[in-house]
C-alpha cells in the first residue's frame, strides 16, 4: 500500500505561471540538478506502507511510514540525512491509520477504531513541531447492523489549502447505492456533510475519482458498470455528481451520441471555480481511440461551458503510433489519462501514457519422491508502460500542439511499481522522469518538455551505480523546483531529492 503524500500551499500558482510562459513565449534556459539520495534503510516485513509528507518549516523532509502496530515519521535534512524519528501511535486503542497528510505547517492523523462493537472514525491534528494540537476530533461514529456493507473510510486533500474530503459508500448486491460525505477543514470542523442517494435507473455507479477543490467543494466522478458501448451511445457513460450543502445534490452527466467514451479523467481549475474533463472517444467496444472529448464544467452549478468532441487526423495518427509517413494506421489503443492540468486560458495540458497487462500460461514440470514427475500450468503476469502522450489543448477543445515521450517498460510479477513516470513541474517546463530499463535497472532518464512542446532528453545518474530503483509513480513534488522519489532496492528503502 502507497500513501499519497500531501502537495504545498501555492501549487495552483506553479501552474499559472507556466501556462502564462507558454502562451508568452518566454525563452527556456538550461536547468542543473542537484541530487540527494538517503541511506538505506532495510524494509521490515511490518511495514505496510509509506507516503512523502513534504518540508516542514525548517526545510527538513518528513517521511511518514505505517507499520502494523506503530506509525512513524523521519526528519531528513536537505541533503536527505537522517535527523531523528517521532512515533504517532495512537496510544490503548486498537486502530487503524487511514491517511497521514500535510497542509501548510500542521498535519493530519486520520484513523478508525473500534470500541464496544462500535466502529469510529477520528483526526488528531499535530503542529509543525510534530506536537499534538488539541485533542482527537470524532469524525464520525457508527454501528454496523447484519446485512450492512460499507466502504471503507477514504480521505482526498484539496490542492494547496487544507480542505479534506472524508467519504465511504454502502453497498446494495454488489453496487454503489449510497454515498456518504463530510467536508473538514484546518480546525478539523466538518462544514459540509451529505447523504446521497445514488442514480439507480439503468446506471450502476463505479468510483472513478473523487476530489475537494481549494474552496472545499466535494465532487465525485462514477462511470456506469450497466452502460453497453455498443447499444448505448445516447445512454449515460458518466457521472458527475457535486454534493451541497443542506444535504442536496447536482448531477452532470456525460455522453456522446457517436462514439463511445473511455479513460474519463478531470483536472481542477480552481481559478476558474470548474473542472476540465476529458475522455478519448473509441467506435462501438472496439479498444481503439479515435480522438477525445473535452468538457468544463462548473463546480458551483454543474453547468457545462465548452463540450467539444476532437477526432485525430490521420497525421495525429501516424504521430503517436511513431510510424512511416507510408505506413498509416487506423487503430490506436486508448491511453491512460494521468493528468489533466489546467492553463490559466481556460485550456489544459493532457498527459496519458499506454498501458497493458497481459496474462500468460506456461507448462512446467517439476519432481515429486512420492509421485514422480508432474506437469503443471502457471500464469504470468507482465506489465507494459509505454509511450507517453501529450496535448496542450485550447479552451475551445482544440489543440495547440502534441508530442509524444517515447519509452518502452515491460516487466513481470511486480505490478509495475518501477515503471509509469514521475512529473515535475517549473516555471516553464515539465520534466518527466522515469526509468529506462525496468528489469535492468540501467538509467533514470529526465524529458524536458518547453512551453511549445518540444522535448529534451537527457540521462540524470545510472540507477545501478548509485544503488537505487525507483518508483517514479509514487514521487511527490515537494518545492517549486523539487522532487522526491522512492526507491526498493535489495529490501532497501530509500529516498531520491532532485532539485533543479
Avoid at 506502507?49 to 507499520?67: A, F, P, T, W
Avoid at 473535452?294 to 458551483?300: A, F, G, N, V
Wanted: net charge negative; glycine share 6%; aromatic share 12%.
Amino acid at each position: 500500500m502507497i500513501i499519497e503524500g500531501a502537495m504545498w500551499r501555492s501549487a495552483h500558482v506553479i501552474w499559472l505561471i507556466i501556462i502564462g510562459l507558454m502562451l508568452t513565449g518566454l525563452p527556456s534556459k538550461a536547468l542543473a540538478q542537484d541530487i540527494s539520495i538517503s541511506e538505506p534503510q532495510k524494509i521490515s516485513t511490518e511495514l505496510i506502507g509509506y507516503s512523502i509528507l513534504g518540508r516542514n518549516k525548517n526545510g527538513d523532509v518528513l517521511i511518514y511510514k505505517k507499520y502494523r502496530f506503530r506509525d512513524e515519521i523521519d526528519i531528513l535534512d536537505k541533503n536527505m540525512e537522517f535527523k531523528r524519528r517521532k512515533e504517532f501511535s495512537v496510544k490503548n486503542s486498537d486502530y487503524e491509520t487511514v491517511e497521514f497528510y500535510k497542509s501548510g505547517d500542521y498535519l493530519f492523523h486520520f484513523y478508525t477504531y473500534r470500541e464496544n462493537k462500535m466502529s469510529y472514525l477520528a483526526v488528531q491534528q499535530y503542529n509543525g513541531d510534530l506536537d499534538k494540537k488539541n485533542e482527537p476530533v470524532l469524525i464520525d461514529s457508527s454501528s454496523q447492523r447484519l446485512g450492512e456493507n460499507f466502504s471503507e473510510w477514504k480521505i482526498a486533500k484539496a490542492k494547496t489549502t487544507p480542505y479534506y474530503l472524508v467519504y465511504k459508500y454502502e453497498l446494495s448486491n454488489g453496487r454503489i447505492d449510497k454515498l456518504f460525505c463530510r467536508v473538514m477543514d484546518e480546525s478539523t470542523r466538518i462544514i459540509q456533510q451529505n447523504d446521497i442517494n445514488l442514480p439507480d435507473d439503468q446506471f450502476s455507479p463505479i468510483l472513478v475519482k473523487e476530489a475537494v477543490s481549494d474552496d472545499g467543494i466535494p465532487l465525485f466522478l462514477f462511470s456506469n458498470d450497466d452502460f453497453n458501448c455498443k447499444k448505448e451511445k445516447t445512454g449515460v457513460q458518466y457521472l458527475y455528481v457535486f454534493p451541497k450543502g443542506n444535504n442536496s445534490v447536482v448531477y452532470t452527466e456525460i455522453s456522446d451520441e457517436n462514439y463511445c467514451l473511455d479513460e474519463m479523467n478531470f483536472g481542477l481549475d480552481n481559478a476558474h471555480h470548474s473542472i476540465v474533463s476529458i475522455g478519448f472517444l473509441k467506435e462501438d467496444n472496439k479498444d481503439y481511440m479515435v480522438g477525445y472529448l473535452y468538457s468544463t464544467i462548473d463546480i458551483l452549478t454543474g453547468t457545462k461551458g465548452t463540450n467539444f468532441h476532437y477526432i485525430f487526423p490521420q497525421q495525429t495518427l501516424d504521430e503517436i503510433a511513431g510510424l512511416a509517413k507510408e505506413k498509416a494506421i487506423s487503430n490506436l489503443p486508448v491511453y491512460q489519462i494521468g493528468t489533466i492540468i489546467p492553463r490559466v486560458d481556460g485550456g489544459a495540458l493532457l498527459v496519458a501514457e499506454f498501458y497493458d497487462k497481459t496474462v500468460e500460461s506456461y507448462e512446467f514440470t517439476n519432481y515429486d519422491p512420492y509421485v514422480g514427475y508432474r506437469t503443471s500450468t502457471r500464469q504470468v503476469e507482465f506489465y507494459e508502460y509505454d509511450d507517453i502522450l501529450l496535448f496542450s489543448i485550447k479552451p475551445d477543445g482544440t489543440p495547440s500542439w502534441n508530442n509524444v515521450i517515447r519509452k518502452k517498460q515491460i516487466s513481470r510479477e511486480d505490478n509495475g511499481v518501477n515503471s509509469s513516470y514521475g512529473v515535475l513541474t517549473l516555471k516553464d517546463r515539465c520534466i518527466f522522469i522515469f526509468n529506462e530499463d525496468v528489469e535492468q535497472n540501467s538509467n533514470v532518464l529526465q524529458y524536458e518538455m518547453s512551453f511549445t512542446g518540444e522535448l529534451d532528453r537527457k540521462s540524470l545518474f545510472n540507477a545501478n551505480q548509485q544503488e537505487v530503483q525507483i518508483r517514479p509513480g509514487s514521487a511527490e513534488q515537494i518545492a517549486l523546483n523539487e522532487i522526491i522519489i522512492p526507491s526498493i532496492y535489495k529490501k532497501s528503502l530509500r529516498f531520491v531529492r532532485i532539485k533543479f
